[in-house]
């Protein structure tokens, strides 16, 4: 066997024209560009992961994402203090109307318990707003997208509960401006990937 032979597999292989190599050849269908020398093929994406991989997101929780988790457990906070006055409040009531004279006037205790009744009303609220914050901070670490968008939900609905707080030692206003906060924070682009990462 000799290596003049065509199909020999130990010869050179055939030479083939370069047909980008000097002028684009004619004949090429339009919109194709020429195949010059140096010409690869496209290969996959890029992913901000790595080439060819899935984006792996952040490794550490971003600064944003942190402080909008430090905001909540300030908000879980207000929420218990506001809750204890308002125990404290329960627990005075009676002595409160007994001195203010109600007792023994009908009209005035229906009045009286229906205060009491808000009262009690405004310390379950406290109470429950200050579990949810807890569990969701707690959650910050490890949970998925709807940690996110569940405390973005919260921070709205504390920023109500703050303005019927606003007579409580200005709690009220710090809460309002630490939710409308957490809500830009928890918006933001960086603690939606957090929120997003792959997890293996």
Known sequence: MSFGEPNSPYGPPPQQPNPGYGYPQQGQP??????????????????????????????????????????????AL???????????????WDQTMLEAGVTGDAEAERYADLGKGVVVFFLGLAAVFAILGL??????????????????????????????????????LLIMILAILVIVFAAKRSSAEWFKRPRY
């Open 78 to 92: 207000c929420h218990i203090v506001i809750a204890a006055v308002y125990g404290v409040a329960l627990a005075d």
């Open 135 to 172: 569990v969701l901070l707690l959650q910050f670490a490890k949970g998925r997208n709807g940690v996110r968008v569940c405390s973005i939900v919260y921070a709205s609905f504390a920023i109500v509960s703050g303005i019927f707080a606003l007579g409580i030692y200005l709690l009220g």
């Open 30 to 75: 339009p919109g194709v560009p020429p195949q010059g020398y140096g010409a690869y093929p496209a290969g996959p994406p890029v992913h901000p992961g790595g080439y060819g991989y899935p984006p792996a997101g952040p490794a550490q929780m971003p600064g944003i994402t942190r402080a909008a988790q430090i905001m909540l457990g300030v908000i």
